[in-house]
């Protein structure tokens, strides 16, 4: 079985500085790791995923996560926040076969001008 | 079509009736997939389908939850004798490959349920 915790429920950041969203994931093999991003009224958005290649994967408008095996970690960062950022976002876990999605509680970010 | 397409986007059911929900997936996409988010949480798997055999259902959270895809394209996720508990956004996502858990998910916008 696997789990992730996402460890803030809520972030806020200023516009134009960086954003870090933290999640910790739980896995008894080889995991896919995703993050998601739910805008309100839209549906859920693939920002990037991780699936054994590169630890560090890059995705849509700027964000990128870095997976550490070691911390069983999976960050997702953007150097410079803006407006539009401001969104739901889930860490999700399933294991390299399994069709499931396990989601994380989900961080609100807010975005202050 | 060119997204997942989900209706009624917001349905209010009186305890005890009987609701369904539509999802159209992409067209072409093998896998499709029902979730359960309830409010402030995230999204949490119900069942899947495989074209049009449900090869899971785990995740119903009871018998009264019932899916459907009769013909491997539209599906219906229907919901008896409504209980307030019941009151979620419904989640209905569609892939293009089976199984593999690389597999991106398109995701519709949701039925919202509430139940009075």
């Known amino acids: 079985a696997q789990s992730v915790t996402q460890l803030d429920s809520h972030v806020s950041v200023s516009e134009g500085t960086p954003v870090l969203l933290r999640c910790n994931y739980s896995?008894?093999?080889?995991?896919?790791l995703f993050w998601y991003v739910q805008h309100p009224n839209k549906g859920l958005q693939l920002l990037l995923k991780?699936?054994?290649?590169?630890?560090l994967v890059k995705g849509i408008n700027g964000f990128e996560a870095e997976f550490k095996k070691s911390e069983t970690s999976f960050h997702l960062t953007k150097p410079s926040a803006h407006m539009s950022d401001a969104a739901e976002y889930f860490c999700?876990?399933?294991?390299?076969?399994?069709?499931?999605?396990?989601f994380g509680a989900g961080t609100t970010v807010t975005v202050r001008a | 079509g060119a997204g997942v397409s989900q209706s009624p986007r917001y349905k209010v059911a009186k305890r005890g009736q009987d609701v369904a929900l539509r999802c159209d997936p992409i067209?072409?996409?093998?896998?499709l997939f029902w979730y359960q988010q309830a409010l402030g949480q995230g999204p949490e798997f119900l069942t899947y389908?495989?074209?049009?055999?449900?090869?899971?259902k785990s995740g119903l959270p009871s018998d009264r939850f019932f899916a459907e895809r009769p013909e491997g394209s539209v599906s219906t996720l229907k919901i008896q004798r409504t209980q307030q508990e019941d009151s979620a956004v419904y989640l209905c996502?569609?892939?293009?490959?089976?199984?593999?858990?690389?597999?991106?998910?398109?995701f519709g916008a949701g039925s919202r349920l509430t139940v009075l």
């Open positions: 996502a569609s892939s293009l490959t089976i199984r593999s858990g690389a597999n991106v998910l398109t």
């Open positions: 389908f495989q074209n049009e055999a449900q090869l899971d």
């Open positions: 067209s072409g996409h093998v896998s």
């Open positions: 896995s008894s093999y080889s995991p896919s």
């Open positions: 991780y699936t054994s290649a590169a630890t």
């Open positions: 999700v876990v399933s294991g390299i076969n399994d069709y499931k999605l396990s």
